[in-house]
């Protein structure tokens, strides 16, 4: 999979050369570039942001140097999937991000700062609108590293043996994660649960799954009898 993020602030990107996600790279199972759309202005200043038409506090992104990335990107591969993050866009749930792995190799991700981009950018050249939540941040650049992070999961061979996904949070029943415990038995004078201590299987497995029921149906009932998509 390839992924393009067309940025003002390329150094917060730093932050995909940890882990699972450097990993992964230096595996070529993902192979993420950072663009710098300032890279492409025209304007003999530099600037990528001009004043709202219509007035009102804050700056907008420039089309010009946003559209010629957005194009420079497009050819490397031939095409690509562009996704703007903006809290306007369509909640991004667990189902959308399995479909994004699966039905693009090349995602382009646009990420507005500011008070967002030119609407031109989103009719010309934006295929989707996504949001990572209800809630307001001061650029799109950590709702794409959220993306970059959710998607990876699905890319095959990423995760390793230790750290697949069969049974967490929404990947295959929907349902929150059941509570887990490590050494030491007593902790704090806390006691693991004694069904995991006991080695027998179908009894942890018939507790986890009543753990899990119970928690989901206490903090996110609106998870239960709900498609994921
Ligand atoms: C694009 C358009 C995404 C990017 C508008 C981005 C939350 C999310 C941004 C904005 C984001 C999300 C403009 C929204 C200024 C906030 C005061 C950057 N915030 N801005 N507004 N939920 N912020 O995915």
């Not at 570039?33 to 942001?49: A, E, H, L, M, V």
């Not at 090349?106 to 949001?131: A, T």
Request: charged fraction near 25%; hydrophobic fraction near 35%; include cysteine.
């Amino acid at each position: 999979m390839k992924i393009d993020i067309l940025t003002l602030f390329p150094e917060m990107f730093d932050a995909l050369n940890c882990s699972i996600l450097a990993r992964a790279q230096k595996n070529n199972l993902i192979d993420i570039s950072i663009t710098n759309i300032r890279d492409y202005t025209k304007n003999k200043n530099k600037r990528c942001d001009d004043y709202s038409y219509g007035g009102g506090a804050g700056m907008i992104m420039t089309p010009q140097p946003l559209y010629d990335a957005i194009n420079a990107v497009k050819k490397i591969s031939g095409d690509g999937y562009v996704i703007y993050l903006s809290p306007k866009g369509t909640l991004l749930k667990q189902g959308k991000v399995e479909k994004l792995a699966k039905e693009h190799n090349h995602l382009i991700l646009v990420c507005g700062h500011y008070e967002g981009i030119d609407e031109r950018i989103i009719e010309l050249c934006v295929d989707e609108e996504i949001s990572i939540g209800d809630y307001v941040l001061t650029g799109g650049e950590l709702p794409a590293m959220v993306l970059v992070d959710a998607v990876a999961r699905y890319i095959p061979n990423v995760l390793g043996n230790e750290e697949t996904t069969n049974e967490e949070s929404f990947s295959t029943n929907g349902l929150l994660e059941y509570p887990q415990y490590t050494r030491p038995s007593v902790f704090m004078g806390l006691e693991v649960p004694q069904v995991l201590l006991n080695g027998n299987h179908g009894e942890v497995a018939k507790w986890r799954e009543e753990q899990a029921k119970a928690l989901t149906s206490k903090r996110r009932p609106d998870l239960l009898n709900k498609d994921k998509k």
